[in-house]
């Protein structure tokens, strides 16, 4: 994906969970393109702002938010906003792998059916495509059939995300992807991430200090519900403006 | 005291020992010159080994460091800094041999004239030496750009030095041969100081992550 300024624009952007603030008045300029981490100790927001940007958030009764998410310029808390087509456009994969009780086929074409593809030779398409950019073609190809949850942790895993590529998402939201795997699944879901950059933009959530050094081009530090900052991956790891985040960084907090 | 911190202050301490033999090095081959103690220059020379074990002792547990606790900004900064100026004083601690060995030499032959301009010089590098070190312990001083600021004077001091044998030798050719050893000697005097300016840039660095090396300092507040 060429770099083509912020594809989402937070502006002084606040969530509530009833009366507790989770998220405080956070500004964040998401690059198109560029993977983005967000780091943080637990209970720091983080997810909860990330679960905002697709509004997963809504499913949970209590909370509302205040100020803007700007989606390609476009409010999405906006009224007229078509949610699903929002899912559509920004996908999310979860800590712990999470296919459908059904076949490697199905969990991958079940998207693009229900966005009302019906056509075989289509979907099969769409499936293969899907599972090759998830770097699990290979590992597959012969066991489509089978059920998705027979796969290792590590492909079911890349699964997932092959199911959210089948949507053609614009952004990847990531939920600590890898904090349930194996180092090497680790790896091959790190490489993955870095290919995928190519094509789609990622904000990804870890709590693995060294992944977001590894992988990011950006990293923004969260603490109490607080952007404390955000920039460069390099300057944030080499040479952090806050002190709050260098004590977060070379694990002296608190 | 986290492990790590109980680390970090141990590798500081490893630092600050080597820079106290280095700066006995430098003190002591100087010494051997101008009061004419082949025994000390002696000395100097075997104690060198001890300088390069602990250079070599300090880099590994730097690699062990980066291996083992993936050290990040200010932590990161101290740990390639140590590396390099490990090297910056084990080099010094080369040019105090250096300086041993043309004192033998010239111990052996009768003194020119005396010692001026060498001692002062030795001193000036012993200082910028010491003066960056506590500056490495004491971390964003005005410190390290004091010792920045002093190597001028080091290489002022040089040239002088260089002018006056020169004159000598043009009155006097037979003196050539001696005359060379001791600009040889303001010479490695004047490497040392350069090594200690390297010093003071890496903890400029070290405080503010920022590289001062190869630039004009226009900014001297820490």
Request: aromatic content about 6%; some cysteine; glycine content about 6%.
């Amino acid at each position: 994906m060429v770099d083509d300024g912020n594809i989402f624009e937070i502006k002084d952007f606040s969530i509530y969970y009833g009366d507790f603030m989770a998220v405080k008045n956070v500004r964040l300029d998401v690059r198109s393109g560029r993977i983005t981490a967000i780091i943080g100790p637990s209970g720091c927001g983080k997810s909860t702002l990330l679960r905002s940007l697709n509004r997963m958030n809504d499913l949970i009764i209590s909370s509302r938010v205040e100020g803007q998410v700007l989606f390609q310029g476009v409010d999405i808390y906006h009224r007229d906003t078509d949610v699903i087509e929002l899912r559509r456009r920004v996908g999310m994969v979860f800590q712990k792998p999470n296919p459908f009780p059904s076949s490697v086929y199905e969990n991958v074409a079940y998207g693009p059916k229900i966005r009302g593809v019906k056509k075989k030779s289509q979907l099969d398409e769409i499936v293969e495509n899907a599972l090759v950019r998830a770097d699990l073609w290979k590992e597959v190809k012969d066991k489509l059939n089978e059920s998705g949850l027979s796969l290792s942790g590590g492909q079911m895993q890349r699964l997932c995300i092959a199911r959210s590529l089948a949507q053609e998402p614009e952004v990847l939201l990531f939920d600590e992807p890898t904090s349930a795997l194996d180092p090497i699944s680790t790896a091959n879901i790190e490489n993955l991430l870095q290919e995928l950059q190519k094509t789609v933009t990622i904000i990804i959530v870890t709590h693995n200090m060294q992944q977001a050094a590894r992988i990011s081009n950006y990293t923004a530090f969260m603490y109490l519900g607080e952007m404390i900052e955000f920039g460069d991956t390099d300057t944030i790891f080499v040479n952090p403006y806050n002190k709050l985040t260098e004590e977060y960084i070379t694990g002296r907090f608190g | 005291m986290p492990i790590f911190d109980d680390e970090l202050k141990g590798l500081r301490d490893k630092v600050l020992k080597l820079g106290y033999m280095v700066e006995n090095a430098i003190r002591d081959s100087v010494k051997a010159l101008v009061e004419r103690d082949s025994e000390l220059a002696k000395d100097v020379i075997r104690r060198d080994h001890l300088i390069n074990a602990l250079d070599v002792g300090i880099d590994e547990e730097c690699v062990r460091l980066i291996a083992l606790r993936q050290p990040k900004a200010g932590d990161l900064r101290l740990i390639t800094t140590t590396m390099k100026i490990t090297t910056d004083l084990e080099r010094m601690g080369d040019m105090a041999v250096n300086i041993a060995e043309r004192a033998l030499e010239l111990n052996e032959e009768p003194q020119l004239k005396p010692f001026v301009n060498i001692p002062k010089m030795a001193e000036a590098a012993q200082s910028m030496v010491r003066d960056s070190l506590d500056a490495f312990v004491t971390g964003c001083s005005r410190l390290p750009y004091e010792v920045i600021k002093r190597d001028d004077e080091v290489d002022e001091l040089t040239v002088r030095n260089f002018e006056e044998l020169l004159s000598l030798m043009i009155q006097d050719p037979k003196i050539i041969p001696l005359a060379i050893k001791r600009t040889y000697i303001a010479k490695y005097l004047e490497r040392i100081a350069d090594h200690a300016t390297n010093i003071a840039e890496m903890i400029i660095y070290m405080c503010k992550g920022k590289m001062i090396r190869h630039t004009e300092i226009t900014e001297d507040q820490p």
